[in-house]
């Protein structure tokens, strides 16, 4: 029988910290002193208490208490985080579902912030370290390579990170961190076949959890600018005689709850220009992500065989994900 292949949400992954401190460190062959970053990531009890209760990680990011975690542990507004041994009680500040985020608040003080890094110039290849909480045993390191960026699933408002360092149920809102100890990604989800490690592991990218954990802080919200749920593939397309980018767009599988917006992508556009660059998907990821609610974003489709140009009213992207 073919092997069943599929995506685990792992447990735990908020974001936050207005309060996020960024180091530099030259790359090196010094040795990371894992007991003291471990003080940085924190194990989350969902419903404590209760049968259906979930475990998993989170990572401090401020010294009053702030802790990011991945939204879908979370089950209600409270949650219990143990930090050194000590139990705290952990407020839900807000969350981002789309991004599987969420930032917690501890009453807390002196606590060790993690490092952010201070640049996204990740290389396929580089020695990565997952740490968390896996299968509720406590706070574990892990070693391994980062093995790709640009990870979509299909959904051009997603920029995930694969590494095969061993993530497993419980890691879910741990830190993925670099040779320096800096914070790179907040581990989200696995692939496997057996439920536990298969060494395809995923996390979500810490210049997009600050940019999410900042907003959260400040507001209580995140507000991001929608252009409609849609899936894609990426593929070329022969425009006036040239070979260029294109972004094939799909919305025949999505709920029938999802509406397109009006004025925007329908099923069976093909994107070949984004505000006069080509049609990359992380070019239109990064131009959604660039714009408030109400900016129009401007694209060229071929739509019935004619090239036509969009002029999208973005809309506010509602919390709760629709699309794949």
Do not use: C
């Not at 049968?51 to 990011?61: E, K, L």
């Not at 219990?80 to 969420?102: H, M, P, V, W």
């Not at 993925?176 to 298969?198: F, K, Q, R, V």
């Amino acid at each position: 029988m073919k092997k069943l292949f599929f995506l685990i949400l792992l447990l735990g992954a908020f974001f936050g910290a207005q309060v996020v401190y960024f180091q530099n460190f030259a790359k090196s062959e010094k040795v990371l002193d894992f007991d003291q970053i471990s003080n940085s990531i924190v194990s989350i009890e969902s419903q404590p208490n209760n049968p259906n209760q979930r475990f998993g990680s989170g990572v401090i990011i401020s010294s009053d208490g702030y802790i990011i975690t991945a939204f879908h542990l979370l089950s209600g507004s409270l949650s219990s985080i143990k930090i050194d041994d000590q139990s705290y009680t952990a407020n839900l500040i807000g969350f981002d579902e789309y991004a599987d985020l969420a930032v917690l608040k501890v009453n807390g003080d002196n606590l060790r912030p993690i490092i952010f890094s201070a640049t996204d110039d990740l290389k396929i290849g580089d020695t990565v370290y997952a740490i968390g909480n896996p299968f509720n045993l406590g706070i574990s390191v892990s070693k391994g390579i980062l093995s790709a960026t640009g990870r979509n699933f299909g959904n051009p408002y997603l920029d995930i990170i694969q590494t095969d360092a061993a993530i497993n149920l419980g890691s879910s809102g741990g830190a993925i961190i670099n040779e320096a100890g800096e914070l790179i990604g907040l581990s989200t989800l696995i692939a496997s076949g057996s439920g536990g490690s298969d060494g395809v592991g995923f996390a979500l990218p810490s210049s997009r959890v600050l940019s999410i954990a900042n907003e959260i802080i400040k507001y209580g919200d995140v507000s991001r600018a929608w252009i409609g749920d849609f899936s894609f593939r990426r593929s070329f397309f022969n425009l006036n005689g040239e070979r260029v980018p294109a972004i094939y767009v799909f919305q025949n599988q999505l709920p029938l709850s999802s509406q397109p917006i009006d004025g925007g992508l329908i099923d069976g556009d093909i994107i070949v220009d984004i505000k006069g660059a080509q049609a990359r998907w992380s070019t239109l990821r990064a131009s959604v992500n660039s714009i408030s609610p109400g900016e129009v974003l401007e694209l060229i489709v071929i739509r019935d065989g004619e090239e036509k140009k969009l002029e999208i009213v973005t809309k506010e992207r509602p919390n709760t994900p629709q699309a794949l």
